[in-house]
């Protein structure tokens, strides 16, 4: 799978409240744009301890500011015991409806002690690579 710099929203962020990603992504901008058929992704980078649980969503808004943000997927709540390293917990793909700004959030219930993920889009995920390709319909 390639990366672009680009359609990064988080790279091994760490938030110990909940929090938007580190960088949104303007779809018009150049170099930022998004096809059809492009797939949003959570990779755990650290695993997370302390806290309950913790919720990525992908949200969108006509707005940098997202005062009136969309959600357009979420995890919904995950256990914290779930999130250890390594461990992909979202592979879908943008829905439609997308507004011209998307950033990711991330809702944590009990502030976490320690933790880190990516949050990222790409154009094709290949299929069985580090895991990215298992269970994506």
């Known amino acids: 799978?390639?990366?672009d710099n680009n359609l990064v929203l988080a790279d091994s962020q760490s938030l110990t409240v909940s929090g938007?990603?580190?960088?949104?992504?303007?779809?018009l901008a150049a170099g930022d744009g998004i096809t059809?058929?492009?797939?949003?992704?959570?990779?755990i980078k650290t695993a997370v301890t302390g806290g309950t649980s913790v919720e990525f969503d992908l949200q969108t808004d006509s707005d940098p500011a997202f005062g009136t943000a969309v959600v357009l997927f979420s995890t919904g709540a995950i256990v914290v015991a779930s999130l250890t390293a390594n461990t992909y917990i979202a592979?879908?793909?943008?829905?439609?409806?997308?507004?011209?700004?998307i950033r990711g959030y991330v809702t944590i219930v009990g502030p976490i002690s320690t933790g880190s993920w990516d949050m990222k889009i790409v154009e094709d995920p290949q299929r069985d690579v580090n895991g990215i390709g298992k269970n994506i319909n």
Do not use: C, E, H, Q
């Open 1 to 3: 799978m390639f990366i």
């Open 91 to 101: 592979k879908v793909r943008i829905p439609l409806g997308a507004k011209r700004y």
């Open 36 to 43: 059809d058929g492009a797939w949003f992704f959570v990779l």
């Open 20 to 27: 938007a990603s580190s960088n949104y992504i303007d779809t």
